[in-house]
C-alpha cells in the first residue's frame, strides 16, 4: 500500500474518532448521571479513557506516516484502522469474539 493512500485513511480515521468523541460528549452532557448506576457510570468513563487513547495512538501513527513519506520509504503492507469499536464489556464483543 502506498503511504499517501494509508496516510489518508488514517486521517481519515482520525477525523472519524474525532467526530465519534465530540458526538459523545454532547450525548454524555445530556445525560442524568445520578440516576444511572454505577456500573453504567464506571464504563462510560472507561471508553473515555479508551478512545482518548485511541485518538493518540492516531495522531501517533499519522505522525509516523508523515516521517516515513518524508524519508521516501517504500511501499507499507498494510494501515492501521483507528475505529470507535466495541469494547469487551459490551454486547457487540461477544459477537465478534465468538
Known amino acids: 500500500m502506498e503511504i499517501l493512500h494509508a496516510l489518508a485513511v488514517a486521517r481519515a480515521d482520525a477525523a472519524n474518532l ?3 468523541i465530540e458526538r459523545r460528549e454532547r450525548f454524555l ?6 440516576m444511572m448506576s454505577e456500573e453504567h457510570a464506571r464504563q462510560s468513563s472507561m471508553l473515555d479513557d479508551l478512545l482518548e487513547g485511541d485518538m493518540a495512538d492516531a495522531i501517533l501513527y499519522i505522525d509516523w506516516l508523515v516521517d516515513r513519506l518524508a524519508d521516501d520509504a517504500g511501499p507499507l503492507p498494510g494501515v492501521l484502522r483507528f475505529t470507535p469499536r466495541p469494547r469487551p464489556w459490551h454486547a ?3 459477537t465478534l469474539a465468538s
Open 92 to 94: 457487540e464483543w461477544i
Open 29 to 34: 452532557d445530556a445525560l442524568d448521571w445520578p
Open 18 to 20: 474525532a467526530r465519534f
